[in-house]
């Protein structure tokens, strides 16, 4: 059977990395609308504190963590604290991410193509390992990637963020296929244009581009955090159960025009 929408994670523990602002911040509140404990995880205290009282206006099963993707004691200390809490993790949105431009992918630092990748691919996959053994015991779980646009579209002035991003979906694909027969789910969000603090620049510092961009869209608007919350929830869902390996475009209609 199949819960009413405010039910529908009843019982579930998610963790959403990123999860004190932008698209994540969107998606938390996406998932404690359905009832599911949610354990945001960002490196900011201060940003963690305030997003944690904002979200717990209105839903009590929320809690916070100081997490750095790319340390290894970070990884694994998020993890316990997540059994220690609630004993299981249903659900890991891998959704924390940053970007670097340069003027032409040769042009780029070795250093920001290494921040890029270590934080949007290869912290992903370390997260994803030392979860995943829980889940196969568990006999379920649901894993969503963040990908972008740009895991579609190439990008001159960001070529670690999209060879990062193409990664995140083949990534995603890889373990789809593995970890089917645990009933474990591995999808991805393609998130289209959306405003958030990795995209504010473009606003005040390229105003045309942004307003070129605006035009792009089929549906004629940037896209919000909170328009990633309904995809997550479906894909957090027992309505998911028979899709994995999927990279699901929310984009206002940008990958198809
Ligand atoms: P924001 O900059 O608003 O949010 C990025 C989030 O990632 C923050 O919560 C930040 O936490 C967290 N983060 C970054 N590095 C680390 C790290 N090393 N460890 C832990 N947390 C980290 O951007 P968005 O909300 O826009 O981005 C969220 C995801 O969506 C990213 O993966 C991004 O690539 C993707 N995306 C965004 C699009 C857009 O148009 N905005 C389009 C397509 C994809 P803290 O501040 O505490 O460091």
Same mark, same amino acid.
């Not at 059977?1 to 019982?11: E, F, G, P, R, V």
């Not at 998610?14 to 998606?27: D, E, K, L, Q, R």
């Not at 004629?220 to 929830?233: K, L, Q, S, T, Y």
């Given at each position: ?8 994670l009843?019982? /579930? ?6 999860? +004190?602002? !932008?698209?994540?911040?969107? %998606?938390?509140?996406?998932?404690? $609308? @359905? =009832? ?8 900011d ?46 659900i ?23 921040q ?20 196969? /015991? ?6 969503? +990637?963040? !990908?972008?646009m740009?895991? %579609?579209?190439?990008?001159?002035? $960001? @070529? =670690? ?43 005040t ?29 479906f ?19 940008y990958?198809?025009?």
């Amino acid at each position: 059977m199949i819960a009413t929408a405010d039910k529908l994670l009843q019982n /579930k523990v998610a963790i959403v990395t990123g999860g +004190n602002g !932008g698209i994540g911040f969107g %998606i938390a509140q996406g998932l404690l $609308a @359905a =009832s599911c404990a949610v354990i945001i995880a960002g490196r900011d205290r201060k940003k963690n504190e305030s997003t944690l009282e904002t979200l717990r206006k209105t839903h009590t099963e929320c809690k916070d963590f100081i997490f750095d993707a790319n340390s290894e004691s970070s990884r694994k200390n998020l993890i316990n604290f997540a059994l220690e809490t609630y004993g299981r993790v249903d659900i890991l949105v891998n959704n924390a991410g940053i970007t670097r431009r340069s003027l032409e992918p040769d042009l780029l630092s070795d250093l920001d193509w290494r921040q890029v990748v270590d934080t949007n691919l290869n912290s992903i996959h370390y997260l994803t390992s030392a979860l995943v053994p829980n889940m196969k /015991k568990a006999g379920s779980g649901k894993i969503i +990637n963040i !990908g972008s646009m740009m895991s %579609i579209f190439g990008s001159g002035y $960001a @070529a =670690s963020y999209s060879a990062s991003k193409g990664g995140v979906v083949q990534y995603t694909k890889s373990c789809a296929v593995a970890w089917a027969k645990y009933n474990i789910q591995v999808n991805a969000i393609l998130p289209g244009w959306i405003d958030t603090q990795m995209t504010d620049g473009l606003k005040t510092s390229a105003p045309v581009r942004y307003q070129e961009i605006t035009g792009r869209i089929p549906a004629n608007r940037w896209g919000r955090p909170e328009d990633m919350a309904g995809i997550a929830v479906f894909l957090s869902s027992q309505m998911s159960d028979y899709i994995t390996g999927a990279a699901i475009p929310v984009d206002g209609g940008y990958s198809v025009y």
